[in-house]
């Protein structure tokens, strides 16, 4: 099975990928229509009957859990995902006493009362029984503490890449969006197909991964991006220009938006979903987006049809399309 779901969770964000054997979460946020754990994962892990750890016996395996960073609409659904999940690898911008400082976050940055970044900061810590890296205690595990499933790094089909903590602390400019600019930036091969999961990242974040991740730079520059799971759910203020003007051609072949519109009382200068994306100068258009014609160069969740996106790479081709949660959930049960 080769299957990308993007949740429709509102305000929020959170994807679910499986790669034959290997499942993979992006982000946990969750609206009040829909909890990506209790609406989707835990009925999934039921009726296929996912592995259970043997660490935590009661709950489910889950290869690797990624929290892109600890804004609440990327980690809102952490305690029910912990009740019944276990990730064999658990990754996201943290404190431990056991990285390189320059990986620690500032916990004073974050609200220090919300309970779900309280939650993802234990799990990440010793109370969690976690440890940095791949937990071997090595010197690169302290150097490199965020880390992809050794696994899956060995079958090159997914990259990590993002600024320490402590880079986006004393640049003054990424330090204006401290945690937008440290999110994970997840670069995923299937098929021969690149997407890129962004998360929140600004678009001075991405410029700064550009220039200083050269291997990043590389591989979009050579093989471009074919699906793009645009930064902070399309909004004007986060559009990557960057990003455009260094990968193969300049565009994408679709650009995938997690609904975000813009609430009058926000004090950040915010728009709804920035047009560009919708524009033939940024995508190429995909062709294989069952009958949504309307959608060629951009595909968003839909907050008023109450779908999902689903690209399903079992196909010759990939195909994308928008399912309820019903059909979303059949759609990964299929064998």
Known sequence: MKKIAIFNVGGASAAYVEINNHKLIMDLGRSKEFDPVLNFLLPLAQKRGFEKSLQQPKKFVISQAFLSHLDNDHIAAIHEFDEYFHPQYLTAPCDHPKQNTLFNIIRNFFDSENRNVTKVLDLMSEVGGRAPGHGTGSQEDIDQPLVINRFLSQEEDIELHHIPAGICEKDEVLKEHYANNMSLVILLNIDGYNILFTGDIMDVGMQYLIENKPTFKERITKEGVDFLVVPHHGLTTSFPGSLFNTIKNNKV?????????????????????????????????????????????SIMTSNSLKTHILIDFDSEQPIVKRCTTEDLLLEFLKT
């Open 253 to 297: 072949k679709l650009n995938i938006i997690s609904e975000k519109k813009a609430v009058k009382e926000e004090t950040e200068n915010r728009s709804d979903v920035d047009s560009r994306y919708s524009d033939p100068e940024f995508s190429e258009g995909h062709k294989i987006i069952n009958g949504l014609k309307d959608f060629q160069h």
